[in-house]
Nanobody
């Protein structure tokens, strides 16, 4: 079975930084695009950033210039470096990946992690 496991969330003061990690494990054949989403209480889940297998990145407007997405292909891991954090960044952050696994063969499947809480507050 394929799993995505996030880590690195926590409580941070406004202006602070956090680095989220998401490691994919299991019988993985290939990972394509990886993304970070977030969902604040009472809000819809929104895309924060994405990175393709060719390392092309994209960011939501509210996080441009503050957040950086990167990946380590050898470790099947994607990171989200979050700087200059604001209270409005408070949310559960979810990792997402498009990948092919042994169990599903040539089918491209969308996987989600369980989420990690980020709280920005003084």
């Amino acid at each position: 079975q394929v799993q995505l496991v996030e880590s690195g969330g926590g409580l941070v003061q406004p202006g602070g930084s956090l680095r989220l990690s998401c490691a994919a494990s299991g019988s993985i054949l290939n990972i394509y695009t990886m993304r970070w989403y977030r969902q604040a209480p009472g809000e819809q889940r929104e895309l924060v950033a994405g990175i393709t297998s060719g390392d092309t990145t994209n960011y939501a407007e509210p996080v441009k210039g503050r957040f950086t997405i990167s990946r380590d292909k050898a470790k099947n891991t994607v990171y989200l470096q979050m700087n200059s954090l604001k209270p409005e960044d408070t949310a559960v952050y979810y990792c997402n990946a498009d990948l092919k696994a042994v169990a599903t063969g040539a089918l491209l499947v969308h996987y989600w992690g369980q989420g990690t809480q980020v709280t920005v507050s003084s």
